[in-house]
Every structure is written in C-alpha cells, then in structure tokens.
C-alpha cells in the first residue's frame, strides 16, 4: 500500500480544462494499476478513468470518453488526469487510487486511495 496526494482541483467554467496530479510515495508505485475515482454530494462514488502498471493501456467511463485522458509518469511517482470540455455533471471529490489491475479498479476493488481533490464546473 502506498500514500497518494491529489492536487490540481479548482473552479472553472463549462468549457474550460483541467490537469489533475496524483503523486504517490513508496518504491513500488510502478507496479500498480491506476485509477481515478469521483464522487458528487448525495452520490455513490463513480469510476472515471484506470492505466495499467506500464502505461500502455487505459480504460475510460463512457461519461468521461474523449474528454479526459489518463496518463502516469512512474519515474516522478505520479498519474494525471486531464479534463477537458468540463461539464457541471462533473463536479465532484476526484480522488486517485492504487488497484491490482484496470479491471479490479473497475469494479471497486481499490488498494489505496488519497484525500481528494474538489472540481467544480460552473455553468
């Protein structure tokens, strides 16, 4: 298990673009699968976006498909997220999360996860 901190939330408008940064401690980050996570008030928590250990596979939630891209770095120990075309629909808690594989992290199975970072998209 490794610590993860979120950063690169804020408030923008509809339209407008965003670059989370996930940066993780511990030696064995590049061993594990990726995943970004959000949740909104009143909402389960929804699956966004999962790379494999390697970086040469990603997943993305329809909701999200070709708007955001997911991308790691395990060099600097960290994964992003980009947002672009954001919507109202998106604002939420984004959070990041260590899993075995793309296809645990899609179905909830998540070995860490950071504090979060808040998006928020104006109309």
């Known amino acids: 298990q490794v610590q993860l901190v979120e950063s690169g939330g804020g408030l923008v408008q509809a339209g407008g673009s965003l670059r989370l940064s996930c940066a993780a401690s511990?030696?064995?980050?590049?061993?594990?699968?990726m995943g970004w996570f959000r949740q909104a008030p009143g909402k389960e928590r929804e699956f966004v976006a999962a790379?494999?250990?390697?970086?040469?596979?990603?997943y993305y939630a329809d909701s999200v498909k070709g708007r955001f891209t997911i991308s790691r770095d395990n060099a600097k120990n960290t994964v992003y997220l980009q947002m672009n075309s954001l919507e109202p629909e998106d604002t939420a808690v984004y959070y990041c999360?260590?899993?075995?594989?793309?296809?645990?992290?899609?179905?909830?199975?998540?070995?860490?996860w950071g504090q979060g970072t808040q998006v928020t998209v104006s109309s």
């Open positions: 790379i494999n250990w390697s970086g040469t596979s990603t």
């Open positions: 999360a260590t899993g075995d594989s793309q296809v645990a992290l899609r179905g909830g199975v998540l070995r860490s």
């Open positions: 511990g030696r064995t980050f590049s061993t594990y699968a």
